[in-house]
Structures are given as C-alpha cells and as structure tokens.
C-alpha cells in the first residue's frame, strides 16, 4: 500500500512489501523521490475545503513517517544488517491511498538503509577467489590439498558444471600443462568427447598424480596413528586430516572409539572417565587434561582426583601430618592408593637426598622426569572431579618395580664344535616348540656353547668337553653323588664341579656352581638351582624363561634344534641357489662338503677303438688355441641403414661373480677369442649358470639385436629329423665343444660385437652366444659341410649331429666319412658327450633305438614326482612338459582339458577334475608306448574317434602306433552333431598327418557308419569332395574295436 504527499517538487512515499517477501526477507521500508502527478484543475471555490483536506493528510502522514522512522532505528539497532526489517505497524492501520502506485523507484541515499543485494555483490567483489595453480607435484598432501581447494572456490564463485573443467585447466602449469595436453590429444585420437565433469576429471587427476598404493597407506596411517609426544591439537589435527583421506563411514561411538584409542594412556584413562559421546567432546576433554597435567608438571607437584582440597593445602596438610598415607585425601577421605586392607604400615616421606620418585624410589628427581614411567591409576568421582584440584597417584607394583623388557636369543660366533648335520629338513612353523626342551647357546670365555633349561635337572651340569676346552678350573664335589641318565651305558659319578662363568646376549651375565659331567646332550645345563635362584618364569607354550636381573627384565628365547640325519640315509635335502642364498643370510656362516659329480669317461667299443685313435686331433682335451679357419661361411652384422649405435653401461657383479667373468675374458683373449676394442657401440657382459655348476659368459646383445638385419635360414624341424631314423638300429651320436666358438666373425664386422667389463671394451673374433643370426649361421656352416650325409645317414641340429645305419659294419664306413669332413673343416668334438656305436641314444629328448620312439625317463621321472600345482605358473610348466610328449598319449588334449581350464581367468582355482586330469597324465607318460619309427614304403593306417569333448586319431603302421592326436573342442563345434563331428576328427587327423598319407593310399578306420556313404549324399558336398581327393579306402569298426591301439584298452 502508497501513501503521498503532494507538493510543488517532491512527492514523499512509503512502501511496504507484501507478506510473501517479509517472510525471506523481511518487511522493508524505502523513500523514494517521484515525478509529481498534478490533480486535475480544481474551481475558486473548492480550494479552501480541499487545502484543508489536504493540510490534515499531511500531518496525518508526517505522524507516521516519524513513526516508521523511530522503527527503522530501532530495528538496524537491533539486527544484522543483512536482515530484513520487521515494522511493528501493519497496513490495516493506515487509510487508504488516494494516488496509484509509482511506476519507477530510485533508492533514496540514506545511511540507515541497507540494500542487501548491493551489499553482497560490492562484498563478492571485493573478494579474490581464484583457483590456485597447480604444477603436477607428485606430493599426495599438496595435491589433496589443492583439490580441496579448488572445489571449494568453485563452489563459492557458482561457477556452472559444464564450465568446471575448462575453469580449473586454465591453472595448469609445468607437468600438470604437459598431462592435460597429452590428455586431450589421446581423447581426440580416440574419438572421445571433451571432458566436461570435473567429477571424472578429479579421478583422472587422483589416478595420474596420486601413488598407486596411495589409499591403502592412508588407511595404514589412520590404524597406526597414535599420539606420542605430540600435543592433543597436533594429534587431533591429523586424526581429522587421516578422516578425510581416506573417507571412512563410521559412527559417533566408532570415532570415538578410535580418537580416544591413539591418545596417550595417561590421557586416556581420565578421557575415558568421561564417556564422550563426540570427537569434539573428547578432543575439549583431552585438551583441558593436557593444560592441567602440563600446569602441575611444571609447578613440580602431582595431580590428584579426589575431594576439594587443594594441592597447595594438600602440601601444606602433608607437611605438618607425615605420618598420613599417600592417596588418601584428608576432606573426604577417599583411598585412591592400592586397594590393600592388610596393609596399613605408614611409610614417612624421606627428607633427606632432595626430592624422592614416587615411581622408581630413588632419589634425585621427581615423578615427572622419571626415566622408568610406572603405570598410574585413577579413581575419579565424576560429581566431585574439579581439574584445578587433580593430582596423579602412582599406583605401587605389587611386586619388584617396573623394569625394562630384553628378548634375548642365542649367541652366535665361532662355535665349540663344528655342527655335526649340514643339511636337515624343514619343518612346520611353531610344531618344533611342542615336542623340543629349552635349548640355545651362550658364550663362555670366549666360546659359543650350548646350553639346555631343564626344570626336571636337580642340578646345573656342565660338559667334560666344554671343561677340557675351554681349561675351565675344577674342584673337588663337596658331595661327591652317581647319575644314570645323562650319558648312554652306565652310571656316572659326579666328584668335580667348576664355577662357570656365561653370558647371553648384552645384559645377561652370570656366574654359578655346575657339577662337572661326561654328557653329549649339551655343553651346559641349567636345572633347578638355577631357575630357583633367579626367579624364573617359565612360559610352556611359547618355551621361554623370563626373569628380572639387575632391574631389567630378561626374556630367553630358545633355539630351533637343528635334526641329526641318520647315517646312509636315502633323505636329502634338496636346496636351489635362491634358497641357499637366504639360508647363509639366515646363519651367516655354513660349513658345506661339496662333492663334484664327475662324469664317466667316453666308453668306445672295440670296433671302433682304432678309428678314434686315428681321429684323436678330432677329439682334443682341450679347446684350441688357435683361430678357427675362415671358412667360406662367417658370421655376418649387418646393421639397419640409419639405425642409431647404442652404448650400454656394465653389469654390477658381486666379487666373486665379476672375478670369474675377468677369469674367463682373460682365459678368452689368451686364446685369441677376443681382443680390446674401439667400437662405438657396447653391451654389457654377464654370467649364466651350466647344469654342471659352472658358469658360461654371455652378452646381452638385445640392444644389437634391435637394429640387425634379421636372416631368415631354417631351422630343422624335430619331427622331420626323427622320421629320417626309420631302419636304423646302429647310432653314433658327436657334440661340437663349444661349437658357437668354432665359427669366425666376418672381417670387418668385429666392431659390432663389443661387450663391457669392469675392466675395458672387448670385441669378438668368433662368433658368440646371444646374437640374433648366430643359430641361422650355425646351421648354413654345418648343412654345407655335412650336405653329401644329411639325409642319407646323418641329421644335424646345431651342434648335435648324429650318425645312424642299419648294421655296425656299414655304420663304421659313415663314421670315418663324417670324421674326415670334420677334420677337413677343422671342427674338434668333445669326446665327453660323444657316444659311439650304440643301439639306444638319447637324441632332443627323445630315446631313439631300433625298435623305435621312446620318452626320456630321467624327464618322466621328474613328471611322475611333480607335486600339485599350487599357482597358474606351475599348471603352466606341467603343461608345457606334458605336451612335449603328447604324440605318446591319446586323447591328450580331452585329458588335459580340466587342467587348462585352471590356468584361464585371474584366480587360480584347482578342481577335482583338474586332479583327475593331471593323475591320469602322470599316470600315461609313465606308461606311454613306443612309437615305431614311420616307413613311407608301407601303407598307414587312420583311426578317427570323436565326442563332444574333444576328437582323436591314431596313425599306426603294421598294427603298431605312430603317432597320436587329439584336439579338445571348443566354440561352435561343441554344438556339431555326432555326424559332423566324427567327419570333423577324420578332417583335421588328415591335415595333421598328411605329410604321411597324400603320398599313397591309406586305410582310414571309422566308427561312423554315415561316413561310409559321403560319395552319394548331396548335402555334404564339400565333404564328399574332400573324401574323393584323398588316396583311401574307408572301413568301418565298432566302437569297441576302434579303441585298440589305446594302452591298457
């Protein structure tokens, strides 16, 4: 509602705002300056009635402004300046107003009126709130701290979600510019959209800049946090810090619980009289506790929770009655000392010595700078507690005063006797502790010695051996007594004893009476006198004495005994170099007798005794000296054209390893393998380990390998090497020493084979281990010098060649003629590894005679001792093995389906149909058949089966196996019928062996009677196709009969 004033300027108005607005904002009064509306022209005779009129409205008006104006006053006097005004005057109250409403308002400038938009807007503005930079620091807690604040900016300046991003990149800088930049190029490569959630966009940031392993050492951080000796704010402060971080979802009680839980104990105790029921609330406690035990400590006086007497009165009170027990206030006679009603002997305060520790009971210091704490307890009336008036009384052990805790193991150093056992099997952690006594070691005069604790001994005992070492002095028995249960056969008479000085670990030395005993048990035996003496506790379950000695707790741990392998016992404890690497960190120092297995000499039989004698230039000692020839064949390096020369930094080595690399490059350059180089480019050196515990020098030549031009020589197949043995029955078998070493790097190209010790830059002169074409090399070198042989009677594999013939007379001839190429050649043999004129040879893996194909049963051996696989990696080793042998199994990949089930997935999971599985393979390899070697000049016959596991075939000559086959199904062929299926088995068994079968016709064996009819049924024309081009004839077997050629079947 409006009322006006008329005048000849200025028309004066008050507004008031409807009661929708009062209720946010308030009801506002504003004076307003407005154009002046004239009323229409008025006749001579009304203008004195109307002055009138108009003269008692305006001291009607004027009445109120006043009045609306004290109120004004008194409302900015009495509210924030960004409420509203609440006028007590309603519009009911004033008449009607005879002018419309104005259609424009201008503010009136007036210091009593405050607009609260204005205000807030010149307020907002005159704030800086920008977003600070961020540079990509790898920090945790600046980087939170940044996000927090960036968040909080953004929340106040309103910036809109979709403007978020694009706000907060803009103060990128440095790394964080550089991610952001990559960031957006990746997205835009992938046909992603711009990231506008800054949501997502802090997940990406805490990703990229936040460690990895970040929330979980935040969590650690939080479950580990406790108070020390920082202040209860500088505690509190990280408490809601570690909150934050790591976002916990907990109740009152359960913050509570775990605020109060990292506090000081001294603290905590009193917190706890309080019960909190909020962080807050246990933080003000603690803080008040803190203040008061600070302000006592300093003033030197206790702090004591008991009636109103103050501890100023208290002192005073205390000094005139000494006779009066601590902890016992004297207004209302509360005990707050130890509860023990027997005891009622009052103990005077001490006077002399200065100040006494009500802790320890020395004197020299007070109770707040006692180095030995003891624990204080409180007894505290929560209606009566006043923090001016609190004092702490200690509470008194009820025994020897509190001491300090040492765990005390055996002593280690040279020992009084060697260790009789090397090697003994491990056992279960915790089961040596229910079935062994107390047994460790201690030091007398000097000497590491055994000792045992034996509660069931009435006597302490020392060896005989321990006396004659160690020139102990004995005296005689003053009781001189006989034993018949420590020495094997017999009694003992006891009529020497000695005084045995030991010690164990820093703190525990002693000194005791022992009887002097022949015994082999230990060196030294504590038995009664000894644990009466000091005191012992003995804790049965963890084996452990415990005693207090000259005010420090000690703690005895025993030793694990280490067990006695009987003599010719087939036990062995097998160890590999990792764990025996951290069983000599373990014990420091290990005694070991190494025995080297030595290999038998080379056995020649008698028929072929003179053709090695006239060959022994073939069979050297030791390696040449000398160059190998250049050949017409050398190694050759060539480098990719622009391709940039890398120069890699040495190996670091430990000293034994590194003194045996320059050995062996010393041993090297004198043979003139190698020799110092100037090469651009270099690779580092390394050491491997043989079979035979040796090491063999390498260089790590990947980087070379990188930038070489690869060639593309084939290497032998195995199985084509085996089918060429068919008819042999006479085998010879020559490895190459060191056949890499016999070829020559390609003049020239010496530079490109640099390597790096230690001590200087060497470069090959032959050619090496370890570079990208040395096997295509090696096998151009030994095809071309073996051509005229391979295939007739000789098959090579790299250094492997082996010589077979189908009687000895003729397997002599094949002998001398392959000699004489390598002497021709210059290659020399090591006469170790070579085997002659034998009727078995292992060969790949495989054991070769004339019946035919054979496993190697050192290899089936280590299948039929493998333990189950616990990880996916040991399925995968078993696998791998298993399968290298898989044409000696059917249905090997049916078999093994459950097992490679196991090694898919991310947890391993081992199921019983995995175990069956793995059983029944171990179970086949031990068993497995010979396979007889194939004869192309005979016909072969074809066994196919199926289901809906997997298929199999078995190709057989004469009705002996050749080979087997098996797949295991998968994808849509699980879903094939039996028709397609068996047809199926029969397609991919020819594929697999069609390399036997195109050649000539073939017998094909079939459990399916639908086959049998392919060459008349229109639907399956591509199968029937497929049946015509091959060279068989299709039988039909029951199902029975088609198993056969399984073992056992």
């Known amino acids: 509602m409006r009322f006006g004033v008329s005048g000849t300027t200025t028309q004066l108005c008050c507004v008031f705002l409807d009661s929708a607005s009062a209720t946010s904002v308030g009801i506002r009064a504003v004076f307003v300056r407005d154009d002046i509306i004239m009323p229409p022209r008025r006749r001579p005779d009304q203008i004195p009635v109307d002055l009138a009129i108009e003269r008692d409205r305006v001291i009607q008006l004027e009445r109120q402004v006043e009045q609306l104006t004290a109120q004004l006053a008194a409302s900015r006097a009495n509210q924030n300046p960004f409420q509203a005004l609440h006028p007590e005057t309603s519009s009911d109250e004033v008449e009607g107003d005879p002018q419309p409403r104005c259609r424009q308002r201008a503010p009136v400038t007036d210091d009593r009126v405050d607009d609260r938009t204005e205000d807030v807007r010149r307020w907002e503005s005159g704030m800086r709130t920008e977003v600070p930079e961020f540079r990509g620091s790898m920090q945790p807690e600046e980087f939170l701290e940044w996000i927090g604040i960036a968040d909080e900016i953004l929340e106040f300046k309103r910036v809109p979600a979709n403007e978020r991003v694009a706000l907060v990149a803009t103060r990128f800088r440095g790394r964080a510019a550089a991610w952001w930049q990559q960031f957006k190029l990746a997205r ?75 506090l000081r104990t001294q603290i905590l105790d009193m917190v706890n009289l309080f019960d909190p029921v909020t962080v807050t609330e246990a933080h003000q406690r603690a803080l008040q506790l803190e203040k008061t035990l600070s302000r006592k400590s300093n003033s030197g006086q206790t702090l004591n929770f008991g009636g109103g007497m103050s501890s100023r009165n208290r002192a005073s009170s205390s000094s005139e009655n000494t006779g009066s027990r601590p902890g016992v206030s004297a207004s209302s006679g509360s005990y707050t000392g130890p509860r023990n009603p027997t005891n009622n002997v009052q103990t005077p305060r001490a006077t002399t010595g200065g100040f006494r520790c009500f802790g320890c009971g020395e004197t020299g210091h007070r109770l707040s700078e006692c180095p030995r704490p003891a624990k204080r307890v409180l007894f505290i009336d929560p209606a009566e507690f006043n923090e001016e008036d609190a004092e702490i009384i200690e509470e008194p052990q009820s025994g020897a005063e509190e001491v300090s805790e040492e765990l005390v193991d055996g002593d280690t150093g040279m020992m009084l006797m060697v260790r009789r056992t090397c090697l003994a099997p491990r056992t279960g952690e915790g089961e040596w502790l229910r079935n062994n006594i107390f047994q460790s070691t201690c030091t007398i005069h000097g000497k590491v010695c055994r000792f045992v604790i034996d509660g069931g001994s009435c006597e302490n005992i020392v060896s005989v051996e321990a006396v004659r070492k160690l020139g102990v002095t004995t005296e005689k028995h003053p009781k001189p007594y006989r034993l018949a249960w420590l020495q094997k056969g017999g009694e003992v008479t006891v009529s020497q004893r000695a005084l045995i000085s030991f010690s164990m670990g820093t703190n525990y030395k002693d000194q005791m009476w022992c009887d002097v005993v022949d015994m082999d048990a230990c060196h030294l035996l504590l038995g009664r006198p000894w644990q009466y003496d000091r005191k012992v506790y003995h804790d049965g379950f963890k084996n452990t004495y415990s005693f207090v000695f000259h005010e420090k707790k000690i703690v005895l741990l025993p030793s694990k005994p280490s067990e006695k392998i009987k003599a010719h016992s087939d036990t062995t404890n097998l160890l590999s170099y990792a764990k025996f690497e951290l069983e000599i960190k373990e014990v420091e120092t290990v005694y070991v007798l190494m025995g080297k297995e030595t290999q038998a000499d080379m056995e020649v039989p008698s ?150 010790t230690r001590e200087g830059l060497y470069e090959w002169l032959v050619m090496p281990f370890g570079l990208s074409n040395a096997p295509s090399t090696f096998m151009r070198v030994m095809n071309q010098a073996l051509r005229p042989f391979i295939g007739k009677f000789v098959v090579v594999y790299f250094d492997d060649i082996l010589i077979y013939s189908a009687n000895p007379e003729l397997h002599l001839q094949h002998i001398r003629e392959v000699l004489c190429v390598l002497r021709r050649e210059k290659f020399v043999a090591a006469a170790k590894k070579c085997v002659f004129m034998t009727p078995k040879v292992l060969f790949l893996g495989y054991v070769i005679s004339g019946e035919g194909l054979q496993v190697d049963e050192s290899k089936i051996e280590a299948v039929r001792q493998w333990p189950q696989p616990k990880t996916i990696t040991e399925v995968r080793s ?47 390899l031990t068993t497995a058949p010979i396979l007889v070697l194939p004869d192309f000049s005979q016909p072969f016959e074809l066994h196919s089966d199926a289901s809906k596991v997997g298929i199999g075939a078995v190709l057989s000559q004469g009705g002996k196996p050749v080979a087997y086959f098996s797949e295991k199904l998968s994808g849509s062929r699980v879903r094939y019928s039996t028709y397609d299926i068996e047809f199926y088995a029969v397609v991919k068994a020819v594929k697999h062996w069609r390399h036997y079968l195109f050649h000539r016709e073939f017998i094909l064996y079939t459990d399916h009677d639908s086959l049998r009819h392919l060459h008349s049924q229109e639907k399956n024309f591509f199968p029937a196709c497929f049946m015509v081009s091959l060279p068989s004839t299709i039988y039909i077997r029951p199902e029975a009969q088609s198993r056969c050629y399984e073992p056992g079947g």
């Open 188 to 262: 835009n490569r992938a046909g992603k959209p711009k990231l506008s959630d800054w949501e997502k966009m802090k997940q990406k940031l805490r990703k990229e800049f936040l460690p990895h392993n970040f929330t979980r050492l935040m969590y650690q951080r939080l479950q580990n946090l406790r108070q020390g000796m920082r202040s209860v704010d500088e505690y509190t402060t990280e408490f809601y810090e570690l909150l934050v971080r790591n976002d916990i979802e907990e109740t009152q009680d359960q913050l509570v619980s775990r605020y109060c839980g990292g």
């Open 607 to 756: 028929a072929a005794a003179p053709l090695i004698s006239e060959f022994a230039d073939v069979f050297p000692e030791e390696f040449p000296e000398a160059l190998p020839p250049l050949r017409d064949i050398q190694h050759h390096i060539d480098l990719e054209p622009g391709a940039m020369l890398l120069n890699k930094p040495h190996y670091r080595m430990s000293p034994t390893e590194h003194e045996e690399l320059r050995r062996q490059v010393e041993e090297l350059q004198s043979k003139g393998h190698i020799r110092e180089s100037l090469s651009p480019c270099a690779v580092p050196a390394l050491l491997i380990p043989k079979k035979d515990g040796t090491w063999r020098m390498c260089v790590d030549s990947r980087a070379i390998n990188k930038i070489t031009v690869r060639y593309r020589f084939p290497i032998p197949r195995l199985d084509d090497l085996l089918d060429q043995l068919s008819g042999a029955h006479e085998f010879t078998k020559l490895d190459l020493k060191s056949g890499y070493h016999q070829i020559r790097i390609r003049p020239g190209d010496e530079w490109k084979t640099a390597f790096k």
């Open 878 to 924: 078993f696998h791998g093995l298993a399968s290298f042998y898989r044409r000696f199994i059917p249905h090997f990949s049916s078999i093994m389906a459950p097992v490679t089930e196991c090694m898919k997935g991310v947890k391993f999971q081992w199921t019983t149909e995995a175990e069956e599985g793995f059983q029944q393979i171990k179970e086949k």
